[in-house]
């Protein structure tokens, strides 16, 4: 791999051969730290960069990501199961984690679940109030004695819901 760019208007090429992740020269391999990054760095190929700061990660003991979700189709569809169900996320990386045999192969970290999952609930956040209203105005036209009110807010979001069935109200007029 060979590193390039201007520091200070000097030229800087430095080369290197990874395998498997560690350095080696002439045939043997060699622990050492790797070139600082620094701004206009360049590399060959997106592999070099990644393999290069991966190295440096080790040494500087931080780490890198190349996507901002990993997350497929079936796998978003279980995970949002699991937080239709009430799983909290860190739960839901773990069964990932168990599902992959260690949290380690999985391909997607907790912050990735933790960003579908804010996503999922701003897409359902209208929706869920919405069906919950439409359930309420079935049970009403099954029991002409079941009640409910709300009051929204000044951001016309949800402040207050209150419900009661014809059997509550008609064991409490007794």
């Not at 773990?94 to 999985?106: D, T």
Request: glycine share 6%; aromatic share 12%.
């Amino acid at each position: 791999m060979a590193l390039s760019g201007n520091r200070g208007g000097v030229g800087v090429l430095a080369t290197a051969t990874y395998t498997f992740g560690v350095d080696v020269e002439d045939g043997v391999e060699v622990l050492s730290t790797p070139q600082e990054s620094f701004i206009d760095m360049t590399f060959n190929s997106s592999d070099s960069a990644r393999d290069y700061y991966n190295s440096y990660a080790r040494h500087t003991r931080f780490s890198i990501r190349t996507d901002t979700s990993q997350i497929a189709g079936k796998e978003r569809e279980f995970i949002n199961l699991l937080h239709g169900c009430n799983i909290t996320t860190t739960r839901a990386s773990q069964i990932m984690g168990e599902l992959y045999g260690s949290i380690a192969h999985c391909p997607y970290t907790e912050g990735d679940a933790k960003n579908l999952r804010v996503e999922y609930c701003a897409e359902n956040k209208v929706k869920d109030m919405k069906a919950t209203l439409d359930y309420f105005e079935e049970l009403k036209n099954e029991d002409p004695d079941f009640y409910y009110n709300y009051t929204p807010d000044d951001e016309d979001r949800l402040e207050n819901l209150s419900w009661v069935d014809g059997a509550a109200r008609k064991a409490y007029k007794l």
